[in-house]
């Protein structure tokens, strides 16, 4: 019951505080866009840490499509890689979450990127909205900060998740087959 009131207070919340944006900065332009984007990720982080999902969906699964990651490096996820680290993204991703070197680790590893990933998926599609709203209130102009925010916050966080999600599971089914093999 608690995490259904605390989920329900987060959606309350999230409406106050973006209309409290829209209130201070209308709809238009790059302000709206980038504040938008980041009270999204502050209550949509709240919202996912208390929801404690077990992601068992079969979306969260490798997609036979997904096997040769060669369409995420189509899409320039190694350059998003690269800009992670320009920008420090990396290191103080690294500094609140560090790997340590178990099973556990990774597989709490996993979680917190399908938790991130619907995180994003959740904050695009608002996002969306507001962009289609944008759009057709003040023009195609008028959403270009939306779109481009909406791409580069959400968009490649989600090829992210799903490019590093298989490499993680392989290292969890390594390190198992390792610990198997140790107590033999």
Request: aromatic share 18%.
């Amino acid at each position: 019951m608690r995490k259904y009131i605390l989920l329900s207070l987060t959606v309350i919340v999230t409406i106050f505080l973006v209309y409290g944006i829209v209130y201070k900065f209308g709809f238009q332009g790059f302000l709206f866009a980038w504040m938008l984007n980041f009270v999204l990720m502050m209550c949509v982080f709240f919202f996912t840490e208390t929801l404690k999902s077990e992601f068992k969906s079969d979306y969260y699964l490798e997609k036979s499509w997904e096997k040769k990651v060669k369409i995420y490096e189509a899409f320039g996820i190694n350059w998003f890689r690269k800009l992670l680290v320009i920008i420090g993204w990396e290191k103080l991703n690294k500094k609140a979450n560090t790997v340590e070197k178990n099973i556990q680790a990774l597989v709490h590893l996993e979680y917190r990127t399908k938790q991130s990933e619907l995180g994003h998926i959740i904050i695009f599609f608002i996002v969306l909205a507001f962009t289609i709203f944008v759009g057709i209130n003040f023009g195609i102009k008028e959403t270009l900060s939306l779109i481009i925010l909406n791409i580069l916050l959400n968009v490649y966080p989600v090829l992210l998740q799903r490019y590093n999600r298989p490499r993680l599971q392989k290292a969890i089914i390594l390190s198992k087959y390792r610990e198997e093999r140790r107590y033999l």
